[in-house]
């Protein structure tokens, strides 16, 4: 016996039944009764088609109204099915539980995870036992287990990723600026400039890869992209603003506080060209800078991580308050990350021989 009771409109539902099968589902009324006289409910159900339908038809006063509700009756008379079957099966004996002998551990190959569960490489994986994991180092360690992580054919930038105290969707908080790394990136930068006039020839005298005006802004519409630093003269940027969604998403926009719109254009290329980086943060606080390549000598990758720890903390927002530095970690292009004791980096001096 099944008893449903609906404490707000006072209705109560009384359904006996022992086991349900599907083809004992005849068409039937189940009857409703309620503390109020003017208040009746009506549910038939269709053998056939396994699904029932529910026409509640109620009068209170003057007011007629009917809602109509669907209830699948084929799930209820499966698990009813179900758990008879597994009864009868327990009554009997039929089931017998069989013990299985353990595996033998895997060797080789066969004992690596699957593809589909492994998300590092097994080279990734080894260079990882290098070093400890959450554990803060000193600089100078953490810059040789830097190199010593360098395992892949090709040179790896060493990357430093300063995690900061500052939420940049507040305008007193946003951090871009940039350094100029005493040693150099270690990569060839391509310069393009944008100019007229007499600039034109001092241009391509500083060492600019790229010299156009006009010319030069039509072929960037046309989807040229064939350098990494985008210098404008200030007299440009009127033309040069119709480029904006082009050159905007890309990060080779000229912009005054990246140091590519100048009215100096030989220094802004001779700057770039030895080394001057620009940078800020991301939506998250975080800014990541390249400081150098994995084939540096320590000296070098110190003096350039210095000099861009020195330039964050020379820029800090005027927004930002408490703690301003969060975490700091380096690593190389395609390996784990080392993470920097904080309070040590911002104390260190470098020796005076370097």
């Not at 209705?11 to 589902?25: E, F, K």
């Not at 009127?238 to 100096?264: E, Y």
Request: charged share 25%; with cysteine; proline share 5%.
């Amino acid at each position: 016996m099944a008893t449903c009771i609906a404490p707000s409109s006072s209705l109560m539902l009384t359904y006996a039944a022992s086991n349900v099968h599907p083809q004992d589902l005849t068409r039937s009324v189940l009857s409703f009764k309620s503390n109020n006289p003017a208040f009746s409910l009506k549910t038939s159900i269709d053998r056939n088609s396994s699904i029932g339908w529910t026409g509640l038809c109620a009068r209170i006063g003057s007011k007629n109204f009917m809602v109509a509700a669907v209830a699948t009756v084929a799930a209820v008379a499966t698990e009813a099915a179900v758990a008879e079957a597994a009864e009868e099966a327990a009554d009997s004996g039929s089931a017998t539980a069989t013990l299985t002998a353990p595996s033998k551990p895997k060797k080789g190959k066969a004992a690596l995870p699957l593809k589909r569960d492994r998300t590092r490489s097994k080279r990734f994986l080894e260079i990882q036992k290098l070093r400890e994991n959450r554990q803060e180092y000193d600089l100078k360690t953490a810059i040789s287990f830097l190199k010593e992580m360098s395992s892949t054919k090709f040179v790896e930038t060493a990357e430093a990723h300063f995690r900061l105290n500052i939420d940049p969707k507040y305008n007193d908080q946003q951090l871009r600026a940039t350094v100029n790394l005493p040693k150099g990136t270690g990569q060839k930068v391509k310069v393009a400039v944008l100019t007229q006039g007499e600039k034109f020839d001092e241009a391509k005298n500083a060492g600019a890869d790229i010299v156009g005006g006009e010319d030069l802004i039509e072929q960037i519409k046309g989807g040229f992209m064939d350098f990494d630093k985008l210098i404008a003269s200030p007299d440009m940027m009127v033309k040069v603003a119709s480029l904006g969604k082009i050159l905007g998403p890309r990060g080779l926009m000229p912009n005054p506080k990246a140091g590519t719109v100048t009215p100096n254009i030989p220094q802004a290329i001779e700057e770039f060209k030895k080394g001057k980086v620009e940078y800020r943060a991301d939506k998250t606080g975080i800014v990541h800078i390249p400081f150098g390549k994995v084939d540096f000598s320590e000296d070098d990758l110190l003096l350039n991580f210095l000099a861009a720890v020195k330039s964050i903390e020379t820029n800090k927002p005027k927004g930002a308050k408490g703690v301003y530095w969060k975490s700091v970690h380096i690593c190389t292009s395609m390996g784990p990350s080392i993470k920097l004791n904080i309070r040590e980096m911002l104390d260190y001096k470098p020796p005076s021989n370097i």
